[in-house]
């Protein structure tokens, strides 16, 4: 079993950028595809990014396309998102998740294929 445990939020200025980072620990990193979700103050969990065991498939929402970038080192046990162009709407909890039992080219948008997800770490935006 998989343990995750994110980093790198904080507040920050709206067309800033901030790295999260996701450490992995328990498991055979390279085993999971991994994603990046959020949660909004009164609103549902919704995909951010997600990325394949071996880093070079990945899959965006469309609201963050184009700013934010996902990837992963698996010799590190760590998945990161790097976040651009910030706006005041990516404020959220940004939580990691892992889906294992998956093929080399696996990704999903849907949560429900992550058995494993962290704590999650605040990103505030302010105007």
């Known amino acids: 079993q998989v343990q995750l445990v994110e980093s790198g939020g904080g507040l920050v200025q709206a067309g800033g950028s901030l790295r999260l980072s996701c450490a992995a620990s328990?498991?055979?990193?390279?085993?999971?595809?991994m994603g990046w979700f959020r949660q909004a103050p009164g609103k549902e969990r919704d995909v951010v990014a997600t990325?394949?065991?071996?880093?070079?498939?990945?899959d965006y929402a469309d609201v963050v396309k184009g700013r934010f970038t996902i990837s992963r080192d698996n010799a590190k046990n760590t998945v990161y998102l790097k976040m651009n162009s910030l706006k005041p709407e990516d404020t959220a909890v940004y939580y990691c998740?892992?889906?294992?039992?998956?093929?080399?080219?696996?990704?999903?948008?849907?949560?429900?294929?992550?058995?494993?997800r962290g704590q999650g770490t605040q990103v505030t935006v302010s105007s």
């Open positions: 990325i394949n065991r071996g880093g070079d498939t990945t």
């Open positions: 998740a892992a889906a294992e039992g998956v093929n080399w080219w696996y990704t999903s948008r849907n949560e429900n294929s992550y058995a494993y």
């Open positions: 328990g498991g055979t990193f390279s085993n999971y595809a």
